[in-house]
């Protein structure tokens, strides 16, 4: 049998305690779309805001659950350390001006040869820019003001902080399909060998936590999992394999959009495996994506208590 391999990045979700602050700053600032209005499935008490490219295509999707009065992550081991947006090469001090004009601070480094604009969010989630030079396939978001050529082009990588390095790696490479391509310092980068190149939504990053380093808690900014990409007829493989090397993995999860597994890498990050199809079309047109709350099936009887319990939302192009 052929061993399976993810193709790269599929989505990051993290924690917000406010959702039209989030739904402001992902389209009004980084000019992603919302793609997909929905609730948690496992908590239909609080919205779950997916934002992407035009189609929300596998690697361009960042989620979010909105769960009002939590307190702030505490930052730290096992967690992911920063997610990283793809940008084309030029792009870095067009972006450096937009967030300084909305009032974010940022600062430019570099890495692998790379520019890199870092800065936090509202909510103190910390996101880089990398200029890249293999950029995913996508459809720019519509009614955003961003420059054309300037667009946000779905992930470049994710950055894992690990307190067992060697074992992230390990799980990565032996259990997800990534291969190592380089180190730098404390820094070990991964690409999936089902994803082409670095830059394409493909990367990992695992970096090694301090000596006697705390472990990082879950709160408001802090990510809650990261999924790679797995195709439907790899995801079995991925629950066997998985599970006979001794790992707690979850059952397949319906997720209406795609199928999810879970389970938790020896360094403390919460992975997850998700399959590329259906999509986000299966229940709304392109043109109609994130324009309505949208309930699986299960949930559909109670659409009107749901409906109730939720925050009012202004939705972009809807002021």
């Given at each position: 049998m052929i061993p399976p391999s993810s193709s790269g990045l599929h989505h990051t979700t993290a924690i917000t305690d406010d959702a039209q602050r989030s739904v402001d700053f992902h389209f009004g600032v980084l000019g992603m779309?919302?793609?997909?209005?929905?609730?948690?499935?496992?908590?239909?008490?609080?919205?779950h805001?997916?934002?992407?490219?035009?189609?929300?295509?596998?690697?361009?999707?960042?989620?979010?659950?909105?769960?009002?009065?939590?307190?702030?992550?505490?930052?730290?081991?096992?967690?992911?350390?920063?997610?990283?947006?793809?940008?084309?090469h030029g792009s870095v001090?067009?972006?450096?001006s937009r967030l300084a004009a909305s009032g974010v601070r940022s600062k430019i480094a570099a890495r692998f040869g790379e520019a890199v604009l870092s800065f936090e969010g509202p909510d103190g989630m910390r996101f880089e820019m990398i200029e890249a030079a293999n950029l995913s396939p996508f459809t720019p978001a519509r009614g955003t003001d961003v420059e054309a050529g300037r667009?946000?082009?779905?992930?470049?990588?994710?950055?894992?902080?690990?307190?067992?390095?060697?074992?992230?790696?390990?799980?990565?490479?032996?259990?997800?399909?990534?291969?190592?391509?380089?180190?730098?310092g404390d820094r070990t980068r991964l690409v999936a060998a089902?994803?082409?190149?670095?830059?394409?939504?493909?990367?990992?990053?695992?970096?090694?936590?301090?000596?006697?380093?705390?472990?990082?808690?879950?709160?408001?900014?802090?990510?809650?999992?990261?999924?790679?990409?797995?195709?439907?007829g790899d995801h079995l493989?991925?629950?066997?394999?998985?599970?006979?090397a001794g790992y707690r993995i979850t059952p397949v999860m319906e997720r209406v959009y795609f199928r999810s597994l879970y389970f938790r890498e020896p360094g403390g990050v919460l992975l997850e495996i998700a399959t590329d199809d259906p999509g986000f079309g299966v229940d709304e047109s392109a043109e109609a994506l994130g324009t309505g709350?949208?309930?699986?099936?299960?949930?559909?009887?109670?659409?009107?208590?749901?409906?109730?319990?939720?925050?009012?939302?202004?939705?972009?192009?809807r002021r």
């Amino acid at each position: 049998m052929i061993p399976p391999s993810s193709s790269g990045l599929h989505h990051t979700t993290a924690i917000t305690d406010d959702a039209q602050r989030s739904v402001d700053f992902h389209f009004g600032v980084l000019g992603m779309r919302l793609v997909k209005l929905t609730v948690n499935f496992d908590d239909p008490s609080t919205h779950h805001l997916y934002f992407g490219d035009d189609l929300g295509l596998p690697g361009s999707a960042l989620t979010y659950f909105p769960w009002a009065g939590m307190g702030r992550g505490t930052r730290g081991a096992g967690e992911v350390q920063a997610t990283a947006l793809a940008v084309p090469h030029g792009s870095v001090g067009y972006w450096t001006s937009r967030l300084a004009a909305s009032g974010v601070r940022s600062k430019i480094a570099a890495r692998f040869g790379e520019a890199v604009l870092s800065f936090e969010g509202p909510d103190g989630m910390r996101f880089e820019m990398i200029e890249a030079a293999n950029l995913s396939p996508f459809t720019p978001a519509r009614g955003t003001d961003v420059e054309a050529g300037r667009e946000v082009r779905g992930f470049h990588s994710a950055t894992l902080r690990s307190r067992r390095p060697e074992k992230t790696v390990e799980v990565l490479t032996g259990m997800l399909g990534f291969v190592v391509t380089g180190v730098e310092g404390d820094r070990t980068r991964l690409v999936a060998a089902g994803g082409g190149s670095a830059g394409s939504a493909a990367t990992l990053d695992v970096v090694a936590a301090a000596s006697g380093e705390g472990l990082a808690e879950l709160g408001v900014g802090s990510v809650h999992h990261i999924a790679v990409r797995s195709s439907a007829g790899d995801h079995l493989k991925f629950l066997e394999k998985i599970s006979a090397a001794g790992y707690r993995i979850t059952p397949v999860m319906e997720r209406v959009y795609f199928r999810s597994l879970y389970f938790r890498e020896p360094g403390g990050v919460l992975l997850e495996i998700a399959t590329d199809d259906p999509g986000f079309g299966v229940d709304e047109s392109a043109e109609a994506l994130g324009t309505g709350l949208k309930l699986p099936p299960w949930l559909e009887g109670g659409r009107g208590r749901i409906e109730a319990s939720l925050p009012k939302l202004l939705l972009p192009g809807r002021r």
